[in-house]
């Protein structure tokens, strides 16, 4: 079945220690998305691409990047993780228009 | 603005229905799609309206008034699977904006 799919389900890491999380998708969507999701809370986008072109949210920090080599995979980068950065992380695909975006199952970070 | 005010949570009965509301202030504004999301799973999607109107798919139904600012997620036939957070998500282009949820609890 074409899916998205994240790598690891869970991720621990130390505070300020680099940490990236991975997203493949099988679909050939155009837009790949990452969002933010904390306890209780909405899923925050922080950036998606429309194929190669990066598109940033205003309020994302700094602190967070992304890559996205091929249409296939969409890499969220953490260059120095704070305690705050704890939460589930989301990746979507999407073709743009009024088509329905498909989530990955997210990846769980933690932060020592 | 894109304010998005949907009930933090609501209680049902199993078998019941349940209307869930959600309003919203958003320029730009394509669509509105509704998602569910059980507790540590990733949303899936449910159902969406691009026109007003109502849109029914099986045991859900959206409906969508644009001028009003307005739509509901109606769910029927309630079944303790339908536990879970529903997600209200106007799109803007191609991004959506996410309410914080509705918690809908079925009991038994």
């Known amino acids: 079945d074409a899916m998205v799919i994240q790598n690891p389900r869970y991720q621990v890491t130390q505070f300020g220690k680099p940490v990236t999380l991975s997203c493949s998708q099988t679909?050939?969507?155009?837009?790949m998305y990452w969002y933010q999701q904390k306890s209780s809370q909405a899923p925050k986008l922080l950036f998606h691409y429309y194929d190669k072109d990066f598109n940033n949210e205003a309020d994302t920090p700094d602190n967070f990047q992304s890559r996205r080599p091929n249409t296939s995979f969409c890499f969220l980068d953490i260059r120095s993780p704070g305690l705050g950065d704890a939460a589930m992380y989301l990746c979507?695909?999407?073709?743009?228009?009024?088509?329905?975006?498909?989530f990955g199952d997210g990846t769980r970070l933690s932060i020592l | 603005g894109q304010n998005i005010d949907q009930p933090t949570e609501m209680t049902a009965t199993e078998g019941a229905i349940v209307q869930i509301n959600c309003t919203y202030q958003?320029?730009?504004?394509?669509?509105l799609f509704w998602y569910q999301q059980h507790a540590g799973e990733a949303p899936t999607f449910l159902s969406y309206n691009v026109l007003d109107g109502l849109e029914e798919k099986g045991r859900f139904s959206s409906f969508l008034s644009r001028s009003k600012g307005y739509s509901y997620l109606l769910l029927k036939e309630l079944q303790m699977k339908d536990s879970a957070s529903y997600l209200c998500?106007?799109?803007?282009?191609?991004?959506?904006?996410f309410g914080t949820g509705t918690r809908l609890k079925v009991l038994a």
């Open positions: 979507a695909t999407g073709q743009g228009g009024y088509q329905p975006q498909h």
């Open positions: 958003t320029s730009g504004f394509n669509g």
């Open positions: 679909l050939n969507h155009n837009v």
């Open positions: 998500a106007p799109l803007r282009t191609y991004k959506y904006i």
